[in-house]
């Protein structure tokens, strides 16, 4: 938040300089020190201030000034900055215009003329004006406002687009906007829901991904057409290639889909990377990866999707959805995986409307006092489970193994053991989903007793296997049968090298069935689902594109 204004209004310069100078003195670290001469530049320096939507602690004025005396200028002041602490310079023969203006202005506190020495007749009064005033004090949400209904899909798309790029904003329920004055413009017969609310005071409503993109600035052309490594996927394996690649002086563009961090970014709490003994999110991990990226010069596009690779001799060329093209001496793909979809009834209808794949961060704060279910029993489910119990009364976790031991870290089970509010079903899976507007109940089968039965349930969080996101490589790459991209020995088959590796060298170690173009992270096939072994793919994939490049 920016330091809030202390102003002073004197007509007399020399006193004007003095009470500056004291009050600098003692509080420019934590306030911004404004002076004006004239009660009328006072008034306009304060209406600025409110135009710019900042804040002003204290306001000092004298009583004798010639076009406006003191109490007239902090009534005016007053029905501007309503919560200002307001104090009047006085001589002694206006102490009768002081007591009364305690009442007629609301006047906080009046000071006799000198005040000599500060530290005694200054500071004491005005050290308890502005305690006062912090305590009082509730700073109004000054960033993007995002305002609908809970279980609007659309209302789920935006909360997610600007989490996933960790842009700060509030959430609002429709219900409650007319209680913020802030909002009253913005709301209307005709407006439609969700609608998003900018700092400027400026709205959109139910803004596109691409639209709030640009509102945000956020970086989705590339500035220029080669580059010496394009990396496509921005999780872990990417972010580590890009911190690598460029800070080893490979021109270097990173492009992602959606945000960078991929699904790692998600991640509540990781506990058990290398380095962090009390663990950090994988939203944190990400900031800071995507900042030393940057750092040494690495250009990141997102949100922006490539779909489609070609080799043109010595270059890759990516075509991007929206026509454009970038080309790279060499190419990583580092997708990752996204969340297996259910195919039950009803889904569809109802994700983003109480069924959820991931989200677990940005969905979490609006369970408060709810009962939630999460799908699936490895780490990515666990961490999830543990960061809904800080708000959830209750987090059932539905697990079609016998348990969690197969497929979670043991350090997880154990928090998850020690939690009170998190009940594990083992045996058990989702097999329909009801609801008109949003999801109501939920059909379990037992899957040794075939069993099943309906639960009410409001929030269903999914997290089941994953899928790497790798259709658009199906006509130019190999791929195994479950659409991983097989890499160096993987693409031998009987011993020989496939027929779409054209050249007589073998294959890099991570290098696909197109020369100078490499793979790594989860999206490779025979990777380790793990974000430290990403990271370890990312990092290593800069030497052999170096070793590529060397032989161009």
Known sequence: MAKPFILTVDDDLAVLRGIERDLRSKYAANYRILRAESAKAALELLQQIKDRNEDIALILADQRMPEMDGVHFLAIAREIHPDARRVLLTAYADTTAAISAINEVRLHHYLMKPWDPPEQ???????DLLDDWHAEYAPPFRGIRVVGQRWNPEAHRIKDFLGRHQVPFRWVDVADAAKDPTLLQHLSTDRKLPFVVFPDQSCEDCPASETLAERLGLHTKADTQFY?????????????AAVYGASEGLKTLMIDREAPGGQAALSS??????????????GDLSRRAVAQARKFGCEILAPQEVVQISS????????????????GSAVLIATGLSWRRLSIPNMDRLTGAGVYYGAATTEAPTCRNEHVFVVGGANSAGQAAMHFAHFAHKV????????????????????????????VVSHTEVVALDGAEQLETITLQNRSTGETSTV?????????????????LKSSICLDEHGFVLT??????????????????EPLLLETSMPGVFAAGDTRNGSVKRVASGVGEGSVVVQFVHHFLAGL
């Open 228 to 240: 010496d490594l394009v990396i496509v996927g921005a999780g872990p394996a990417g972010l580590a």
């Open 121 to 127: 007749n200054l500071y004491p009064v005005l050290d």
């Open 456 to 472: 009410a349930a409001n929030l269903l969080f999914i997290f089941i296997g994953a899928q790497p996101r790798t259709n658009w």
């Open 269 to 282: 709490r990781i506990e058990n990377y290398l380095g962090f003994p009390a663990g950090l999110s994988g």
């Open 488 to 505: 160096g020995p993987a693409l031998k088959k009987d011993g020989q090298f496939t027929k779409r590796w054209p050249l007589v060298r």
């Open 396 to 423: 059932t976790m539905l697990v079609r193994g016998d348990g969690l031991s197969a497929t979670m870290s043991q350090y997880l089970i154990n928090q998850i053991e020690a939690t009170p509010n998190i009940e």
């Open 312 to 327: 043109d001799g010595n270059f890759r060329v990516l075509k991007l959805s929206d026509g454009s093209e970038v080309a």
